[in-house]
């Protein structure tokens, strides 16, 4: 059993994902969440090798697999006329899974969450106690609450989200940059898609300052999309807006009918201004330190978010599995940072160029856009394939036992 004591502040996927690895690795936590009942806003949320691939390793393969659906494969259509530009398959004869080294999934984030909060179960889990901040010493650090208690710890782990309040004890007072584009999502039965030439695929229709992006759920019998529109600027205070219908249907007058018919059909009461976070300077103190969208917020266009948060929290379990005791904290801390800094500011943009590259007018840019996703697998092996855990235990000090731990709680 390590010596430290590790406080979590945030039950959503990564303060969940971090808790399971923790617990594998024999490390002591307390989950702070702030709402009553874990859950997750939104519909659904898809999640690549590289996150399935940890998932897997904690256990979780019966679970996440049993309440996903694999899309069939990735295709790209032109917005007006439905032409495929590019088609790669996923589950397809299995080609996603032999590529990268584990499977695709797209998942309703209740189901996700759900199987997660069921493995990590009641013990080290505090819901309704939402955090106020932070102090810390050479000695110690404490988390404060709103209802006046405090709870001591060794490191504080922030994985509070967007809005995080423990980033500003890291690195000051830092907002989302707002990424110019809006997004509206639904979910919508797909006996009630009649032009959409296929529901199995997870599927892009990209045209000019605009995409549509959706795929398969609840056993294939619902279609989760997200309709991402451009826009000048966002005036509001809040990052959500209401709306109605007739404003998303409006955005994608003249696209394809399968289009018109999927953003028409469902009962979209909002749109949601897609923000990221500049690339912080630091990502932890002595004692306190950030995953997930507090570290590194992107937009969703190459779906990475969470799936970086779940790589963030194999790393820091890893990387503090190696400390095991709070003479070690320090680096451990600056080794969790340098393992991922550089991969998730890469990411961060990666997903905003994909939305430039969506959103290209017809003219004489789109032949090389569409050789570039004609070439997709190639394009995002560096994401899709990397192995988190692996590549922090060959990084790790000789004298660490990260692995040895590892493969003793298994
Ligand atoms: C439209 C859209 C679509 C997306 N699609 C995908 C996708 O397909 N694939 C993908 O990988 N990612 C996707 N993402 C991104 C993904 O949802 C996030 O990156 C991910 O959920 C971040 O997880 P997190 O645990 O860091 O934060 P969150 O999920 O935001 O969880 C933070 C938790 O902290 C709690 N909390 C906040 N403040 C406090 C406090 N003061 N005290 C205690 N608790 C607190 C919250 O209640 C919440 O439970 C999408 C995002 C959007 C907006």
Redesign the pocket.
């Given at each position: 059993m390590s010596q430290l004591k590790v406080a979590i502040?945030?039950?959503?996927?990564?303060?969940?994902v971090l808790a399971l690895a923790l617990r594998a690795r024999r490390i002591d936590f307390e989950l702070?969440?702030?709402?009553q009942e874990?859950?997750?806003?939104?519909a659904?949320?898809?999640?690549?090798a590289n996150?399935t691939r940890e998932l897997r390793r904690l256990g979780l393969s019966q679970q996440v697999e049993g309440v996903s659906v694999i899309p069939s494969a990735l295709v790209i259509r032109r917005w007006d006329t439905g032409e495929i530009i590019a088609e790669h398959p996923i589950g397809r004869e299995g080609v996603y899974e032999a590529t990268f080294g584990a499977p695709y999934y797209?998942v309703h984030?209740v189901a996700l969450m759900q199987a997660l909060a069921d493995r990590v179960a009641a013990e080290g889990l505090h819901l309704g106690?939402?955090?106020?901040g932070v102090d810390e010493s050479r000695a110690g650090a404490e988390v404060h609450?709103a209802d006046g208690g405090s709870a001591p710890a060794d490191v504080i782990v922030g994985?509070?989200?967007?809005?995080?309040?423990i980033r500003p004890h890291v690195v000051g007072d830092i907002r989302g940059r707002f990424s110019g584009t809006v997004?509206y999502?639904g979910l919508v039965a797909a006996r009630d898609l009649p032009a959409l030439p296929d529901p199995a695929p997870l599927q892009f229709w990209a045209g000019p300052g605009r995409h549509l992006l959706h795929y398969p759920i609840n056993g294939g019998r619902t279609i989760n999309f997200?309709a991402v529109v451009r826009v000048p600027t966002w005036t509001q205070q809040s990052w959500m807006e209401e709306c109605a219908v007739s404003d998303v249907v409006g955005a994608f007058a003249g696209w394809h009918p399968a289009v018109t018919e999927m953003v028409g059909s469902t009962d979209v009461g909002a749109r949601?201004a897609?923000h990221d976070l500049e690339p912080l300077t630091r990502w932890h103190t002595e004692r306190a330190v950030l995953?997930?969208?507090?570290?590194h917020?992107?937009?969703?266009h190459q779906?990475?978010?969470?799936?970086?948060?779940i790589e963030d929290a194999i790393v820091l379990a890893d990387c503090l599995c190696d400390a095991r005791n709070k003479r070690g904290l320090a680096a451990a801390l600056r080794r969790y940072e340098q393992c991922r800094r550089k991969r998730t500011v890469a990411v961060q943009w990666w997903s905003r160029r994909t939305a430039d590259l969506m959103h290209l007018p017809d003219g004489p840019e789109i032949a090389a856009r569409d050789a570039l996703f004609a070439d997709l697998y190639s394009q995002l092996t560096w994401i899709h394939s990397h192995d988190a855990h692996a590549s922090t235990v060959s990084s790790a000090p000789r004298s660490t036992r990260t692995q040895a731990a590892l493969t003793r709680s298994q």
């Open positions: 502040v945030g039950g959503g996927i990564g303060g969940l702070y969440e702030q709402a874990l859950r997750e806003i939104g659904a949320v898809a999640l690549s996150g797209g984030r106690r939402p955090c106020i609450f994985a509070d989200g967007a809005h995080s309040v997004g999502r997200l949601w897609l995953i997930g969208d507090a570290a917020a992107m937009v969703p779906g990475q978010g969470a799936n970086q948060t």
